[in-house]
Structures are given as structure tokens and as C-alpha cells.
């Protein structure tokens, strides 16, 4: 049996630096969003990470990218979008062609009663929604992880080449311009509000808003499929919170216009060349790519867990024992050939590495003797400093989140302190007066989530939910990118 040292060794894995990511996830669903990443990037980038790891370990996903591959991807990415105006265009419009494809194969699923087909027609059907989301996730996740992720490096620097850029202003200038999915479920809902305040019937467009967003409240671990039932209820809740539907869309409205025009001024007043310029779109373009790619993360884990459920009863596999197969071994378990014993080691802790010609996964021991001795280190317990996200201050209590359970603490003011912001963290974040996160860059969810909503936040700390406790009193100046525990 190979010891966690051999493992260490072979992959040179404490010779590397690494950025890393956290959130609450299964194996199952993550296998596809990290392992299948890196040959579909190669093939249409012409290059990619060379290196992933990931655990997960008590259903918490700890990711760790090569920050070497990482920042020559982005240097690439940069240059291609300075030097070439139509790279960004190409980028995009491919990626929404296999948005498209995926998005597709889930209507394709909608119409397939899973329970009348045969094992190879199950797998078969499994394998081609399976494709489509890879395809999709690689394009859309791999570089614009690198852009984002690093911009606190580069970004500003660049802007700055021909005229000193305030806080302020910068944190305008990479605002987005357009409405994440979480706005326009929120003008879905409006809109249904202003028909029930006038007395008409809305079933049928409850129903629609359901079938659209079913499942945006879904994370790697868990899937909340919504029906029209909660949405006409969180509709309800929302009248007898004396919301003003009319004046919410007008709110929501103006906070778009009055980011463009911002922009559209400040670009003029600072003067800022056409590199400036080219980076700005960018930022607006990845940021909206970015949400469309966690949108279709989460439809993706709705169908991939209905798979599972499948396989599981003709298997004789509980749902939770599924969460830790991957899909590589879906035949064998349609087959009766897999060993159950497997998935209880990996519900331990599980590590995937990942290189450009073949992945392995490890379980149990050795899985947590990897992330022991080559990637947990002791954290530096010093001033909490990262990236303003969202401009301002805030004082309140710490609430840790990490997992969905962790959210049902969270009261009115408080600071909510998590690895990365997750859609399913929405009524928890519109309670908070500020947001500290471990990761993310300026495309991520809490960015974006925090501007639209107006809460100060600062992202990629890297050690905030370790150096933070549930209860501590905690002071947040996103101004500076700063937060300190008072007591």
C-alpha cells in the first residue's frame, strides 16, 4: 500500500506554492469540476494547470491550485486581451455555445423518465449530460480563476499606468455592469408581487419562475429542487415584509445605470488608455461569465444527484454512499462490481490529484497524512488583511460559515466570515453588515453579491475563518482591506 509520503514525493506536492479554495461540498459532484478541468482548457487555451489537488474531507472541499500554473495562465490571458481585440469576443461566444449545449442536455433530461430506461441508456444518457457540463465548466472556470483570482497583483498596477486611481474610483471601475442571476430571480419575484397585491391569478407564473430557478438554492453537497409551493410562500413572506415591488425594480434599475454612467465618467476623467480600458471590459465580461458558470453549476448538481439516485436503487446504494463515487465508476456499480467499502474510507477524507495525462484519487490514512504533512500550515495570527470588494465599515459579531447548517446562526448585523459567499448564502448575507472571505478575486460571488447588495466585504484573506472565531467582535474596513478582532 503507498504511504502519504510516497504520495507527497511522487507528485513533489511541498515543493509547489498553492492557492487555495474552500467550500461545503460531496465528491461526486466536485469530481467534474476540478479533475476534468484540465485537458478541454489545454485543448482550446493551448494550455493549462499542469497540477490540481483537492481533498474533501468531512464534506468541506479543500482546493488547492498551483499558484506557478495560475499565474502563467493569467499572464497569458492578459496579454491576449491587451493585444488582441477579438480574444475576448471569441472567448465568450464560444463558451456560450457550450453554455447552450449544456443547458440543452438539461432540458434533454427534463423530458427522460429515468425509471423506463435500461442501464446502458441510463449511462449512456448520464455520460452525454456529463460531457456537455465539462465542457462548459473547463472553458469558463480555468481562466477566469486566473484573471480573477490574482487581480489584487496586477489589476490595479495596470490601471494606474497613466493616472493614480483612488480606492474609490477602482472600486468602481470593476463593479459589474449586469445583473447576476440572484437579481433576476429577485425581479421574478417582484414581478409576481405586483400581480398578487392587484388580486390576479399568478399560479402560472409561479410555476415558470419555479421551472427557471428550482435551483438556486443549491450547493456541491445539497440540492434543493424549489417548487412553486416555496416560491409562492417566499413571494408571501416578502408582502408581509411591506416590500414595495415598484420600488425595488426601480432601485434595481438605477444601481445598473448609475454604475455604467460611473464608469463611462471615470474612464474619461482619468484619462485611461486602451490597455485600461480593454482590462475594464474584461472584468465586466468574466464577471458575468462567472455567474452564469455558477448557474449552471448548480442546475448541474440538481440532475447529476438525480443520476445518483437512479443508479443508487438499482445498485442498492444509499444516496449518501453515491455522494462518494465518481463517474468513472458508474458502470461498475450499475454492474454490481463495485466495493462499498470504498466509499466509507473516501467519506474519511478523499484526495484528487490531478495532471494532464491522468488523475488518481486516494482515500482514508492516506488522504489525511497528504494534507497533514504537504498542505495544512500553521496559520499566521496577524492583522486579517485581503482585497476591498465592496467599500465600507462595519462592526459586529463573527459568524463562521462554512457549511449550509452554519447558516441558521447568523442574526441581523452580523459579519459573516466563510471561505467563498455560495448563492445559497443569500438570506444570510442580506442579514449581515459586512463579509470577510478567505478567497475570491474580483469576479467572484461575494464581489459581485456584495456591490449589488451595498455590504463592505473583503475577499481572499486566505486565513480569516482560521484566525476568526464564532462569537469574536470584529471590526471591517473594506476601505483598507482590513478587519481586526477587537474582543
Not at 124 to 152: C, H, I, K, P, R
Not at 200 to 229: C, G, P, Q, S
Not at 391 to 401: D, L, S, V, Y
Not at 461 to 479: F, M, P, Q, R, Y
Request: charged fraction near 30%; include cysteine; aromatic fraction near 10%.
Amino acid at each position: 500500500m503507498e504511504k502519504y509520503s510516497a504520495v507527497i514525493e511522487k507528485y513533489s506536492l511541498n515543493k509547489h506554492t498553492w492557492v487555495k479554495k474552500g467550500l461545503h461540498t460531496v465528491l461526486h459532484t466536485m469530481y467534474p469540476a476540478t479533475i476534468n478541468l484540465l485537458k478541454p482548457l489545454n485543448d482550446y487555451f493551448g494550455d493549462s494547470f499542469r497540477l490540481f489537488v483537492f481533498f474533501v474531507i468531512d464534506d468541506y472541499l479543500h482546493w488547492y491550485y498551483n499558484e506557478q500554473d495560475m499565474t502563467r495562465l493569467r499572464e497569458k490571458v492578459v496579454d491576449k486581451i491587451i493585444h488582441d481585440s477579438s480574444f475576448l469576443l471569441k472567448l465568450e461566444s464560444d463558451w456560450r455555445k457550450r453554455e447552450k449545449l449544456f443547458l440543452a442536455s438539461c432540458m434533454k433530461m427534463d423530458g427522460s423518465d429515468f425509471s423506463s430506461l435500461s442501464d446502458s441508456q441510463l449511462l449512456s444518457l448520464y455520460t452525454e449530460f456529463y460531457d456537455a457540463y465539462v465542457a462548459e465548466y473547463a472553458l469558463a472556470m480555468g481562466l477566469l480563476e486566473s484573471f480573477s483570482m490574482q487581480a489584487n497583483t496586477f489589476l490595479k498596477p495596470m490601471l494606474e499606468e497613466n493616472a493614480k486611481i483612488s480606492s474609490d474610483d477602482y472600486n468602481m471601475l470593476i463593479s459589474p455592469v449586469e445583473q447576476s442571476f440572484i437579481s433576476f430571480d429577485y425581479l421574478g419575484r417582484l414581478a409576481i408581487m405586483k400581480d398578487m397585491k392587484k388580486g390576479k391569478n399568478t399560479d402560472k407564473m409561479i410555476e415558470e419562475h419555479a421551472r427557471k430557478f428550482h435551483w438556486v438554492e443549491n450547493n456541491y453537497a445539497k440540492v434543493k429542487n424549489l417548487d412553486a409551493a416555496y416560491f409562492r410562500q417566499k413571494i408571501t413572506d416578502e408582502i408581509n415584509l411591506g416590500i414595495n415591488p415598484d420600488d425595488e425594480i426601480k432601485k434595481e434599475k438605477e444601481r445598473s445605470e448609475h454604475i455604467k454612467s460611473e464608469k463611462k465618467k471615470l474612464i474619461k476623467s482619468l484619462k485611461l488608455g486602451e490597455k485600461a480600458v480593454s482590462l475594464i471590459n474584461a472584468v465586466e465580461v468574466f464577471a458575468k461569465m462567472q455567474d452564469d458558470r455558477k448557474k449552471c453549476v448548480l442546475i448541474s448538481n440538481s440532475y447529476q444527484k438525480k443520476f445518483l439516485h437512479e443508479i443508487g436503487k438499482r445498485s442498492g446504494f444509499s444516496d449518501r454512499e453515491m455522494d462518494y463515487t465518481i463517474f468513472p465508476e458508474m458502470e461498475s456499480v450499475l454492474q454490481g462490481r463495485f466495493d462499498k467499502d470504498v466509499l466509507y474510507r473516501r467519506m474519511k477524507a478523499s484526495l484528487c490529484i490531478e495532471k494532464l495525462d491522468k488523475a488518481v484519487v486516494f482515500d482514508s490514512d492516506i488522504a489525511l497524512g497528504v494534507f497533514k504533512n504537504a498542505f495544512e500550515k500553521d496559520v499566521p495570527h496577524h492583522e486579517i488583511k485581503g482585497m476591498c470588494a465592496s467599500p465600507g465599515k462595519a462592526r459586529g459579531t463573527a459568524k463562521i460559515i462554512l457549511k449550509v447548517h452554519d447558516l441558521v446562526s447568523v442574526d441581523a448585523g452580523d459579519i459573516i466570515v466563510t471561505s467563498m459567499t455560495r448563492p445559497d448564502m443569500i438570506v444570510a448575507l442580506k442579514k449581515a453588515k459586512g463579509i470577510i472571505t478567505d478567497e475570491g478575486g474580483v469576479t467572484s460571488h461575494a464581489a459581485v453579491i456584495s456591490r449589488e447588495m451595498g455590504i463592505p466585504c473583503i475577499i481572499g484573506t486566505k486565513h480569516a475563518t482560521s484566525i476568526i472565531k464564532n462569537g469574536d467582535l470584529v471590526e471591517l474596513d473594506a476601505d483598507k482591506g482590513i478587519a481586526r478582532i477587537v474582543k
